[in-house]
């Protein structure tokens, strides 16, 4: 018997993922590092939600339980954030008493409208069916809201 190889184990009762690409866009641009969550809508798909974030083309490949590629087939709401900080996270290595400071007095920025946030007003949906999907969406005109 081998342990620890080949990668992770299935799930039981994980359904067939299809292959999904999302291109995000925002105002028709391709909206880079965003997160991407998928909400599944259709009964039976709650412990299947998957997601991912968008690459320099606005481009993500979800993946399901943040191991296995591919999308269960069914409806899903979508959700889309993308946030800033001012100044800047510090997150390599040992922080400063005067980062730390920084840190604590840091302000976040929505760089999407809040509300593509929440599945309740994102207003976002797909359709996963069997075989390869290829979906768009467009989150609307860039935003930097503080939180």
């Known amino acids: 018997m081998l342990i620890g190889c080949g990668g992770p184990v299935r799930p039981d009762g994980m359904p067939a993922l299809q292959p999904t690409t999302i291109t995000v866009t925002q105002n028709g641009t391709p909206l880079a590092g965003a997160t991407v969550t998928l909400h599944p809508q259709t009964g039976g798909l709650q412990p299947w939600g998957c997601g991912g974030v968008t690459d320099s083309s606005g481009n993500i490949s979800p993946t399901t339980r943040g191991n296995f590629p591919g999308v269960a087939a069914g409806k899903f709401t979508v959700t889309?954030?993308?946030t800033?900080?001012?100044p800047p996270i510090h997150v390599d290595g040992e922080m400063t008493?005067?980062?730390r400071e920084a840190d604590n007095k840091r302000?976040?920025?929505?760089?999407?409208?809040?509300?593509?946030?929440?599945?309740?007003t994102s207003g976002l949906e797909i359709e996963i069916t069997s075989g390869k999907n290829t979906k768009a969406i467009d989150v609307g005109a860039a935003v930097r809201k503080a939180r």
């Open 80 to 82: 889309v954030e993308k």
């Open 84 to 86: 800033d900080a001012d």
């Open 97 to 99: 008493a005067a980062q």
């Open 107 to 120: 302000k976040t920025y929505d760089l999407v409208d809040p509300k593509f946030a929440d599945p309740k």
